[in-house]
C-alpha cells in the first residue's frame, strides 16, 4: 500500500511537490502533521524553518523523531517514533531541513 502511495505521488505531482511529501514509512508522522497546517504538532514547513541553518539542527531532530520530545511547540508532547531506525530518524530530519521556507 505504501509503495502505491508513492508511485501514485510521484506520477500525480510535480518533482518539487512530490519532493516535499514525507517518505512513505513516515505514514506515523502524517497522523500529527501536515506540510503547511497545524494538527495536532506543528507544520513540518514550521519545523524546517525553526531548525534550519543551526547548528547541531540535524542531530537535534533525529534525536526528538527518534525519543519525542515535549514543551518545544506549546504544551503537545511528540511520543517517540520507536518503530524507526536511526537511519530512518536521520532521513526524516534531512527530508525536514531539505523543505522550503513557508
Known amino acids: 500500500m505504501m509503495a502505491l502511495r508513492s508511485c501514485l505521488l510521484a506520477l500525480a505531482l510535480p518533482a518539487a511537490a512530490a ?7 513516515a505514514d506515523s508522522c502524517v497522523l500529527c502533521h501536515t506540510l503547511s497546517e497545524p494538527l495536532a504538532g506543528p507544520p513540518f514547513l514550521r519545523i524546517a524553518e525553526r531548525y ?3 547548528p547541531g539542527a540535524l542531530a537535534h531532530l533525529k534525536q526528538s523523531i527518534l525519543e519525542g520530545s515535549s514543551g518545544i511547540w ?5 511520543p517517540a ?3 524507526l531506525s536511526p537511519a530512518q530518524a536521520e532521513q526524516a530530519a534531512r527530508w525536514l531541513l531539505s523543505l522550503p521556507t513557508p
Request: proline share 11%.
Open 52 to 54: 534550519r541553518g543551526q
Open 81 to 83: 517514533n520507536t518503530q
Open 74 to 78: 506549546g504544551t503537545a508532547r511528540m
Open 19 to 25: 519532493a516535499m511529501e514525507p517518505p512513505a514509512w
